[in-house]
């Protein structure tokens, strides 16, 4: 299979420095993952148009369904950059550990969300729908199935062009499980 190398700066277009750029500043770095996006001259921008949309999902439910998706689909650079992500949102290493092993235990509602997702997921879109009552149950809207299916695809499109491309993880490692 062909190996991917992490393109820099130079190698991509005018419109993708712009985006390594914004990158850099607002975050310090360019992800190894988003850089890899820019050997598309449109693919970078169109997903960070795309993650960077209005929800109705607070941070603490993207990250957790960002990490059972990611661990669903065995990205392991997508869980650990999740991993990260999702401390900063106030997620303990226990919680994300309980979230990528399909349940959110400390928090009813997130679990609800996180076994949904994991079944959306695994079954490509046909979900229980005892797992979709209880979601509902737990408090959440129609608004919300839709955002959950967005953030869903969105981290399916990074998921697979990992597994696809292997490039390196530029972030610590997330543990196995």
């Given amino acids: 299979m062909k190996t991917f190398a992490v393109p820099t700066r130079e190698q991509v277009s005018e419109t993708n420095k712009a985006i390594f750029d914004n990158l850099k500043k607002a975050i310090g770095m360019v992800p190894n993952l988003y850089a890899t996006m820019a050997y ?26 960002n990490l ?5 689909n065995g990205c392991t650079y997508c869980q650990s950059a999740h991993t990260v992500i999702g401390k900063m949102n106030g997620l303990t290493d226990d919680q994300i ?21 994991k079944n959306i997921t ?5 979900a229980d729908s005892a797992l979709v009552d ?3 149950a737990a408090g959440y809207n129609e608004g919300n199935l839709v955002d959950v299916i967005i ?4 981290k399916t499109i990074m998921n697979y062009l990992h597994n696809l491309t292997d490039i390196p993880v530029d972030f610590p490692l997330a543990p196995v499980i």
Avoid: P
Wanted: glycine share 12%; no cysteine; net charge positive.
């Fill in 40 to 65: 598309s001259e449109n693919g970078l921008a169109n997903y960070v148009g795309l993650q960077s949309g209005k929800t109705s999902l607070r941070a603490k439910e993207k990250e957790a369904v």
């Fill in 97 to 117: 550990i309980g979230i990528r092993k399909g349940g959110a235990s400390f928090d009813a509602k997130l679990d609800a969300l996180v076994k949904l997702a």
């Fill in 151 to 154: 953030l869903i695809g969105d």
């Fill in 68 to 72: 059972i998706v990611s661990q669903v």
């Fill in 134 to 136: 209880n979601f509902f």
């Fill in 122 to 126: 695994e079954n490509r879109g046909k």
